[in-house]
């Protein structure tokens, strides 16, 4: 299968009019996806975020064809049962164009702080497990009587089911319990741009999960490639997208690093990138 090309934008430093506007440049630069965080502020970076959800939901009703989603959402910000609704309803106002990223949440002091979670890493991610298999069970549109460790949810009525059966799942983490987890319960494991590194290594591990990475890429400049972020031209930045093909990429999620590059750089890579790696 040929991969797909989505849009990382972290909504940071940046108005809510020129994020939506970026969103519906992707569309028109023909990215197939754009993509959110999911934090309420970052350590070190004054100012906060805009919520992830919110600002999908508009984006969603201001586009007509690029998929909506978050690398990823965490799951201790919303209980399972509130969560499966939001997701279910996305994808019906989206039309069919939701898809959901998990993660059990790698902040311990935003979360902390913002009064959200005092848990430990090892019940987030045991959380994590069971909001999944919630949501599976809540987007089906089928009765809920579920019992597990830490949620228990039940409702007799049900609910209208997602668009969408599967909903597509991704999780992200590089953890060997998160990617045992992404083995028996994600269509897709995200590989976020510091271990892309590391793909080789982890992409086995996440079998038989599809692989999705993240990438920071700017054009221009002299080295070609960091831990964090590729640099350099156009054929440059593809030949190293190229060698993660080969390791198994099928979905390809680029933050473009130039905060002067706009439009003009998202054009750019559609143009000069994507057609060369595919």
Known sequence: M?????????????????????????????????????????????????EGWTLATAVAARTTTIRVGHLVLCAAFRPPALLARMAVTLDHVSGGRLDLGLGWGSSPSELAELGLSHDPPAVRLAKLAETIDLVRIMASGEPVDFHGAYFAVRDEQAGPPAIQRPLPLYVGGTGPRTLELVRTKAEWWNCW???????????PRAWPARIS???SIGFGRSRASSEWALYGTPDAIAKELRHDRELGVEHFA?????????????????AEVAPAVS
């Not at 630069?29 to 965080?37: K, Q, R, Y």
């Not at 741009?193 to 992409?203: G, K, Q, S, T, V």
């Not at 750089?265 to 559609?270: N, T």
Request: hydrophobic share 40%; glycine share 10%.
């Open 2 to 50: 040929s991969p797909t090309f989505g849009l990382y934008l972290p909504q940071v430093r940046r108005s809510a009019t020129e994020l939506l506007d970026l969103a519906q440049a992707a569309e028109s630069c023909g990215f197939g996806s754009v993509w959110f965080m999911d934090h309420l502020r970052l350590p070190g970076l004054p100012g906060g975020t805009f």
């Open 193 to 203: 741009a510091p271990d892309r590194h590391r793909l080789a290594e982890l992409i």
């Open 213 to 215: 990475a993240n990438y």
């Open 254 to 270: 680029v933050q473009m690093v130039d905060p002067k590059g706009g439009v003009a750089d998202l054009e750019r890579f559609m």
